[in-house]
């Protein structure tokens, strides 16, 4: 059990819809990361935050948005979903420098979005 | 181009036996660190084990260790003595940059490789 919590663990929907996914970084981790992992694409880095801001934007589509609230929970809302939306997305968190040298990040379960 | 690039879309091995996972990647960031995540059939990423792009030694974590190549820009992982529970997916990353607090620290993964353990 990394200490990430993602709920929920599946979802399934139909195109044009929004979803929100939720996710619980590890006590004290500051840093929340949101991956997709699909077959086309494999995993890829969607955004960062830190301590409630946004940090870093890789492969995000202007459809996906997300945040971090005061509690440092994150949510990722996913609008007019696609089939191609279908994919497992996880949530990582690290402790950024007061985490040492590895700043290893350790990923929740993932969410399984599903859409029909 | 690819920035990590794992060669073996899937591969055997038999119990007991040691195996190597490739990685090669591409940076022109003189820091950067390596990452080995597993995947088993459930889902989770379990992290694995980490190189530093400064680091002399190449790192060891148990039956695991990283074969690291600077100059070839190779990151291969080796695990020694294969159970049957290391039959997953692995998957090799980087990240680019120092480490900081500001932006970045990122991983960009590989397509992964799929090990079989053969009983």
Redesign the interface.
């Known amino acids: 059990d990394?200490g990430v919590t993602q709920t929920p663990k599946h979802l399934i929907t139909a195109t044009g819809q929004r979803v929100t996914l939720r996710c619980s970084p590890r006590s004290g981790d500051?840093?929340v990361?949101w991956?997709q992992q699909s077959l086309d694409q494999?995993?890829?880095?969607l955004i960062?935050y830190?301590n409630g801001e946004e940090?870093?934007k890789?492969n995000i589509l202007e459809r996906f948005s997300a945040q971090q609230f005061p509690d440092l929970h994150s949510e990722l809302n996913l609008s007019s979903l696609e089939l191609g939306d279908s994919a497992?997305y996880?949530c990582?968190s690290?402790a950024?420098?007061a985490g040492g040298?590895?700043?290893?990040?350790?990923?929740?379960?993932?969410t399984?979005l599903t859409v029909l | 181009a690819q920035k990590i690039t794992q060669t073996q879309p899937g591969m055997f091995v038999q119990e007991k036996e040691a195996v190597t996972l490739d990685c090669t990647y591409d940076t022109s960031d003189p820091s950067y660190g390596l990452f080995w995540y597993k995947q088993p059939s459930s889902g989770e990423m379990i992290f694995l084990i980490y190189q530093g792009s400064y680091d002399q030694q190449n790192a060891t974590e148990g039956r695991y260790s990283l074969n690291f190549q600077k100059a070839r820009k190779s990151a291969n992982l080796v695990i020694s003595a294969s159970q049957l529970g290391d039959s997953a997916m692995y998957f090799c990353a980087m990240r680019e940059g120092r480490l900081n607090n500001n932006a970045g620290n990122m991983l960009t993964f590989g397509g992964g490789t799929r090990l079989m353990v053969k009983p």
């Open positions: 990394s500051l840093s990361y991956y494999g995993l890829q880095f960062q830190y940090r870093a890789g497992l996880f990582a690290s950024g420098l040298p590895y700043n290893e990040q350790f990923f929740g379960p993932g399984r």
